[in-house]
């Protein structure tokens, strides 16, 4: 099992849908937790960390479930520009705070 | 602020050569990274610097790669010599963490290596 497993997509979806991405992990130690945003040959930015109570940015938001080990992000009100691949990011303090990447999901938003 | 800086940003080699990548990360940054990313994966941790001491380079195949970072700034990645499966984007990000709290990293452009 991959430590950090993502649906490699892609997902189609018209402009203006709401989009909900997934991500499971398998060390319950894990501490931290982002999601980074990754367009086309280009290096990933950091999209918003996500905190145990969720949190929420604009069109985004974040969610954590401990007890089932995963993430979530939800995007509403989609827009072209949101076209881009986004990984889901996990850190334990065990690994020394190595930050375990994902494969990523890939989104292609539609006019 | 400047970013974290790479070069080259391509380059091409043909196998059993060597090749190397330059980082210079975010000024004040005391952790450095380099990373590994193929083709419709995610980054690989190759091996991270905090100041210029590794604190883990346990994923770097240190049979054919090797990095320093002398002076605790900038840094080296090299690979010798290299293999066709070592064509990947290499990233270096850059990170001003405190140990025990959420961090964001910085990433540099990368460079696109083709090896032939």
């Known amino acids: 099992r991959k430590e950090v497993e993502q649906d490699p997509g892609p997902f189609n979806v018209p402009e203006g849908a709401t989009v909900a991405f997934n991500c499971t992990y398998s060390n319950s130690a894990s501490q931290s937790f982002f999601w980074y945003r990754q367009d086309c040959r280009k290096e990933p930015k950091l999209l918003m960390s996500v905190y145990s109570s969720g949190n929420e940015d604009g069109r985004f938001t974040a969610q954590l479930n401990r007890a089932s080990q995963y993430i979530s992000l939800l995007i509403r009100d989609s827009k072209l520009s949101d076209s881009a691949t986004y990984l889901c990011?996990?850190?334990?303090?065990?690994?020394?705070?190595?930050?375990?990447w994902g494969a990523g999901t890939k989104l292609i938003i539609k006019p | 602020e400047a970013g974290v800086a790479q070069s080259p940003r391509y380059k091409i080699i043909e196998k059993r050569q060597s090749v190397a990548f330059w980082c210079n990360p975010i000024s004040g940054h005391a952790t450095l990274y380099w990373y590994q990313q193929i083709l419709g994966q995610g980054p690989k941790l190759l091996i991270q610097f905090q100041n210029n001491g590794v604190v883990d380079d346990s994923q770097l195949p240190k049979d054919r790669f090797s990095a320093e970072r002398l002076k605790g700034v900038d840094s080296t990645l090299k690979i010798q010599p290299a293999k066709l499966e070592d064509s990947a984007v290499y990233l270096c990000?850059?990170?001003?963490?405190?140990?025990?709290?959420?961090?964001?990293?910085?990433f540099g452009p990368g460079t696109r290596l083709t090896v032939t």
């Open positions: 990011v996990v850190n334990s303090e065990d690994s020394n705070y190595q930050l375990i």
């Open positions: 990000a850059s990170s001003s963490r405190i140990a025990g709290t959420s961090y964001e990293q910085y």
